[in-house]
Nanobody, 124 residues
Framework: QVQLVESGGGSVQSGGSLRLSCAVS????????MAWFRQAPGKGREGVAG???????SYADSVKGRFTISQDNVKNTLYLQMSSLKPEDTAMYYC??????????????????WGQGTQVTVSS
């Protein structure tokens, strides 16, 4: 069982930066793969960045070179550093986790645990 709580969202102007955090509460020492997803109004949920338990990362083409996913295993926290933000990055951002620790995936169906989301709004 895993609980995920996101924070760090907010409003920023185009070109600005934000860092999202996801606090991970787990009840076993199991390893997990993790990811960030986003959902804009009227659109489906989109995988943004994923990371496996060894730290290998994967990114959607739309955010490559601008976003960085990382994890602090001591603090049990997942991060998403977002730079050069664009209005099209506006969305609710969700943290996700799954016990398939070897997986590096940006597919929604591969994740069983989800946070409640944090809103990111980028104005032009």
């Amino acid at each position: 069982q895993v609980q995920l709580v996101e924070s760090g969202g907010g409003s920023v102007q185009s070109g600005g930066s934000l860092r999202l955090s996801c606090a991970v509460s787990r009840y076993t020492d199991s390893r997990y793969c993790m990811a960030w997803f986003r959902q804009a109004p009227g659109k489906g949920r989109e995988g943004v960045a994923g990371i496996d338990s060894d730290g290998t990362a994967s990114y959607a083409d739309s955010v490559k070179g601008r976003f960085t996913i990382s994890q602090d295993n001591v603090k049990n926290t997942l991060y998403l550093q977002m730079s050069s933000l664009k209005p099209e990055d506006t969305a609710m951002y969700y943290c996700a986790a799954d016990p398939k620790w070897w997986l590096l995936s940006l597919r929604e169906r591969d994740y069983n645990y989800w946070g409640q989301g944090t809103q990111v709004t980028v104005s032009s």
